[in-house]
């Protein structure tokens, strides 16, 4: 955890309020994974073993990205949330997102993922809730993502709805 992550910049009062850092917070107590019982654990902010998340995105087929570069756009997330259990002291890293912001008006969530395992028991769902919760807590009023196709729907029962008033996400790419 770096310095400037460790605190929010308050510009109206011109001080400065602690950042969300939580580690190690109860989200499930007991899960059923195929009768194997599991707490699952949420980490905001909290540091990130990148084998781990790299691990965690081979399981669902994602194309590898240099680590180097994973690395400089995690520390320069606004938000990141870990979901884990604990395996003989080890935590296990099953879920994953991350938010960009400027910190006052939008964010964008980012690398929204569910081990491959522990999909379809909710997970997913609540990471992004809380993931969402978080950005409000900050006011943050607009929150927007990229979703691939076959997501889509997971996303609209978050409440996100595509092209409001027609607006159309455009991107550039070099040739
Ligand atoms: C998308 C993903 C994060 C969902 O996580 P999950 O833990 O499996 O989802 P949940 O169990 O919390 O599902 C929540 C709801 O969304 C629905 N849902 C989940 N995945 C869905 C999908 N691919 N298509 C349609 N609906 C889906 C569930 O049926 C459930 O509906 P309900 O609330 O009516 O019961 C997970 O499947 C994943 O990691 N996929 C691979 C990576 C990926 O595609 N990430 C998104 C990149 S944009």
């Not at 059923?32 to 905001?44: P, Q, R, S, W």
């Not at 997102?97 to 993922?113: G, M």
């Not at 076959?150 to 029962?157: D, E, L, S, T």
Request: proline fraction near 2%; hydrophobic fraction near 40%; include cysteine.
């Amino acid at each position: 955890m770096t310095f400037w992550k460790s605190f929010f910049y308050n510009n109206i009062n011109n001080s400065c309020t602690k950042i969300i850092d939580k580690e190690n917070i109860l989200l499930i107590k007991n899960l059923d994974n195929k009768g194997d019982l599991f707490d699952i654990y949420l980490n905001i902010n909290h540091d990130i073993n990148l084998y781990d998340l790299e691990k965690l995105c081979d399981s669902v087929g994602w194309v590898r990205r240099p680590i180097k570069k994973v690395k400089i756009a995690i520390q320069n997330s606004f938000l990141t949330a870990c979901l884990f259990y604990n395996n003989n002291n080890k935590k296990e890293l099953i879920g994953f997102a991350r938010a960009t912001s400027d910190e006052s008006f939008n964010a964008t969530i980012w690398d929204v993922v569910i081990h491959i395992k522990f999909q379809d028991k909710g997970l997913g769902k609540l990471l992004m809730s809380q993931m969402i919760k978080e950005l409000r807590y900050y006011d943050i009023n607009t929150i927007t993502l990229f979703a691939d196709p076959q997501v889509i729907k997971f996303y609209k029962h978050l409440g996100f709805i595509m092209d409001p008033d027609a607006v159309k996400g455009m991107f550039w790419y070099p040739i």
